[in-house]
């Protein structure tokens, strides 16, 4: 999953003693880059692993536990739940701050049972209670990128330290930034305006007042690709600062993320309840909205509080296209293993709460999905047809393969390559008007091709670039995605001739077109497809009618499941093809009612006999839209049963031993319950499913 922004906040991670650190780690997984390092790590260490490493999912839950419950508020939660539940509160130490007491109790529930009705009440009252992190978006005018990251880290220190100055918040400002994939994150650890509470210092038993200033954490977050500026400031009056600081550092202009705004909620004012329903994601159930603020006209600012705001609004007869929606609260059904709602606050123009920071991209595609979320232009798009003859600069190829770039470069698709021109780092649009000429060993001129723009004098670094190698990408692309028979080695046509893609008892001959195909193309596949139907692969951003059926990606290298739903979509085939081919991402249950048979992990349950009760039971936990009780379960698989709920809990136990050998004979380890208990008597399905 992506690493939520909330979980870099390096004040939080550094108020934890690395003793605490290291006690989390043994108990959820050490991260790689720790591993060898144990008994000798700082935090800056675990700042980094956490920024780099995978991380295991028990690691992710920790990490959710120290921002959600790392506060007073949190602690607060916690104690008042352990005196509902009458546990004596020395069950965990006292004795420590309460980002450090989090993880303690994280690391305490896990061991006491007792302890996890604990955690799951203070969660809730956190969530509900609206300590959530937030954030703001702004877009740039433009989306562009930006260099010497070094230099622009000590500007914004700079800057910082400046306002800082002025605002009476202190002279400690400690700046850290590191860039991933064309995305920023900046780092920044400040003081804040002096405290002196009143205090019981340890072995005293006198009042005293304790000067300081507490250190705030906040993390800036920038997106090349599409211009967006992500602000989470522990205190909002530092968001329009950081707004300007960030222009006027990284563009030198003060007004650069003075864009559009980054969400809106006329959605809904248009279409209602329809908007939140029509979100089409596999991994998101039910949404509907609990709050709003609806402004009408200069004098009425009414505010809805109901567990349905579109039913109250529509008792009232009130036409939410008078007025116009300037604050929201949803709740979304995310499917999974927890089962309680994900709170979202939105307030246009630019700001978005979560409550569950490790659902924050999840909730990020549901607003794009819904309209919520309007997202900056994006930059021109390149393909392999625009970058034909394939020589470039590294940062060209990494904007249009963005993270495999590096991968592909270890595997020889790229090879290092000496340019002959480059373009003036002032003037990229003029194209590449530098040619370069040597000088001596590792020096060279750039002769200018055009008056406006100077000569000058060019590095060897200057000139580096990598060259495409169209045979090894055609045998890339055939690992990626999973192709081992038929195909040809590129002849120096527009076209990558791939292979037969196998599904089930059906073939598809696969063509990648590198280049615009040339007329006749169609013959000249066909003529090596065996009379197998051939696709033809095509980047989103082309336009182009073929002979063949086309597949249209989205991405230079697309994945194997966008390939093969787009395949048997273009030929025709989807009505005779196993459902686990044709499955959206993240289907982790399928269904085939048509050929009766169903996978879980794509991992084929070959021991579930068709129409008989455990295939049954499946496929209606499969079909189900929320919890089922064992009687309904029963009164579908054996309406006749005297006992209402043997028939359920006979297939489920009979579901668990099948799927429990299906896993063994495929050499898996897996020990979840895709059906786990829903209250008294009840069942819920807690995998993402898909049934055709």
Request: negative net charge; proline residues 4%; glycine residues 8%.
């Amino acid at each position: 999953m992506t690493l939520p922004l909330a979980f870099l906040d390096v004040a939080a991670i550094e108020e934890v003693t690395v003793d605490v650190w290291t006690e989390v780690f043994e108990a959820t997984g050490w991260p790689l880059s720790l591993a060898e390092k144990k008994g000798s790590i700082g935090h800056a260490d675990i700042v980094e692993a956490l920024r780099k490493d995978p991380l295991t999912d028990e690691l992710l839950h920790a990490l959710e536990t120290l921002n959600e419950l790392g506060s007073d508020a949190g602690r607060d939660a916690i104690v008042a739940a352990m005196n509902d539940r009458h546990i004596p509160l020395d069950t965990i130490s006292q004795n420590s701050g309460e980002r450090e007491f989090s993880l303690r109790f994280y690391l305490a529930q896990r061991k006491d049972a007792a302890l996890v009705d604990v955690f799951a009440r203070a969660q809730i009252q956190i969530q509900e209670g609206g300590d959530q992190k937030r954030y703001n978006d702004f877009l740039g005018k433009d989306a562009r990128s930006f260099a010497n990251l070094s230099a622009k880290i000590d500007a914004l220190r700079e800057h910082v330290l400046e306002h800082c100055k002025k605002s009476d918040l202190g002279e400690h400002v400690h700046v850290q930034a590191f860039e991933d994939d064309g995305v920023f994150v900046f780092n920044v650890l400040r003081s804040h305006h002096t405290r002196k509470p009143l205090a019981v210092v340890a072995g005293q038993a006198a009042r005293a007042t304790i000067q300081y200033r507490p250190v705030h954490a906040d993390i800036l977050r920038y997106e090349a690709s599409v211009g967006r500026l992500r602000i989470a400031a522990r205190a909002t009056s530092m968001v329009n600062f950081y707004r300007r600081a960030l222009g006027a550092v990284l563009f030198g202009d003060q007004a650069f993320f003075d864009g559009n705004s980054v969400c809106s909620l006329d959605v809904i004012t248009q279409c209602g309840r329809s908007a939140l329903e029509n979100h089409n994601l596999l991994c998101v159930g039910r949404v509907w909205m609990t709050e709003c603020l609806w402004e009408r006209g200069d004098r009425n600012l009414l505010f809805f509080r109901s567990n349905d705001c579109f039913r109250s609004i529509e008792e009232l007869n009130l036409t939410l296209t008078e007025g116009r929606l300037l604050q929201a609260k949803l709740k979304v059904e995310v499917i999974g293993k927890s089962t309680r709602p994900v709170t979202v606050n939105i307030r246009i123009p630019s700001r978005i709460e979560v409550s569950q920071k490790s659902h924050e991209h999840l909730i990020e595609t549901l607003l794009k999905a819904v309209g919520i979320y309007n997202a900056a232009p994006p930059a021109s798009t390149v393909s392999f047809w625009l970058l034909y003859p394939w020589r470039h600069p590294i940062a060209v190829w990494r904007t249009l393969l963005g993270k495999d770039t590096d991968e592909l470069i270890q595997n020889g698709v790229l090879n290092p390559t000496r340019l002959e021109s480059v373009a003036a780092a002032e003037n990229t649009a003029a194209g590449r008007v530098l040619s370069a000429h040597p000088l001596s060993e590792g020096e060279y001129y750039g002769v200018s091709q055009a008056g406006e723009i100077p000569s000058r004098t060019l590095s060897a670094t200057d000139l580096d670039g990598f060259e495409l190698m169209p045979e090894k990408l055609r045998l890339y692309l055939r690992s990626r995605l999973g192709i081992f028979n038929g195909g040809s080695v590129w002849d120096g046509s527009e076209t990558l001739d791939l292979g037969f893609l196998e599904l089930g008892v059906h073939k598809i001959h696969m063509v990648y077109a590198l280049r615009q195909p040339a007329t006749g193309v169609g013959d000249h596949m066909r003529a090596h497809s065996g009379g197998v139907p051939s696709v033809l692969l095509i980047q989103a951003c082309e336009i182009y009618k073929s002979e063949l059926a086309i597949v249209s990606i989205d991405s230079a290298l697309p994945t194997k499941k966008d390939v093969i739903r787009g395949a048997i979509n273009a030929s025709s085939l989807a009505e005779s093809t196993p459902a686990i081919y044709c499955c959206p991402d993240g289907a982790r249950l399928v269904v085939d009612t048509r050929l009766k048979k169903i996978w879980i992990d794509d991992v084929e349950l070959t021991g579930l006999q068709p129409d008989f009760h455990p295939f049954r039971f499946v496929e209606a936990m499969a079909r189900s839209q929320g919890p089922m009780s064992s009687e309904q379960l029963s009164s579908i698989l054996s309406p006749g049963s005297l006992d209402g709920s043997l028939p359920a809990r006979q297939a489920k136990n009979q579901v668990k031993k099948v799927i429990a050998a299906a896993m063994s004979g495929a050499g898996r380890n897996f020990d979840e319950d895709p059906f786990p208990p829903a209250g008294q008597g009840c069942y819920r399905c807690a995998f993402p499913a898909y049934v055709v």
